[in-house]
């Protein structure tokens, strides 16, 4: 299956550098509409006035972490786009971590570092299992 060029990717991460490297990687697998958050409050923002087909989240930030964003996303009822595909970038690799994203409604996980083969593989595997 090929990614859909066109799709709304959000990238949420509190390290600027951090976005600037996953946009580049997502520029390299051809995704160019792309939007940024830095920190989950702005994402949230971002997801209530806009639709995305991705979004591409950091674990570690400040005050809410991705795994906040995460939960506060798949749970609150008023919120319209609550299945939206979503990938927990991460240097954490501990299973437990791994375990509290997947009952949390994560649909994939990359550990850093990785390279835009890795990210596309991920988001083939997360817009094809959406599609069924």
């Avoid at 959000?10 to 990687?25: A, C, F, G, S």
């Avoid at 995460?70 to 690799?93: G, W």
């Amino acid at each position: 299956m090929d990614i859909n060029k066109d799709m709304k990717v959000l990238i949420v991460d509190d390290h600027k550098t951090m976005l600037r490297i996953v946009r580049n990687l997502l520029s390299q697998i051809n995704i160019s509409n792309v939007d940024e958050a830095t920190d989950g409050q702005s994402a949230l923002q971002k997801l209530a006035h806009n639709k995305y087909d991705l979004v591409l989240s950091d674990w570690n930030m400040m005050p809410m972490t991705g795994l906040q964003l995460l939960q506060f996303v798949r749970t609150d009822s008023t919120y319209e786009h609550k299945n939206v595909p979503f990938i927990m970038i991460t240097a954490e690799s501990r299973p437990e971590n791994v375990m509290e994203a997947k009952q949390a409604g994560v649909d994939n996980y990359i550990i850093k570092p990785f390279n835009a083969d890795t990210l596309e593989t991920k988001i083939k595997s997360v817009m094809t299992k959406k599609q069924r």
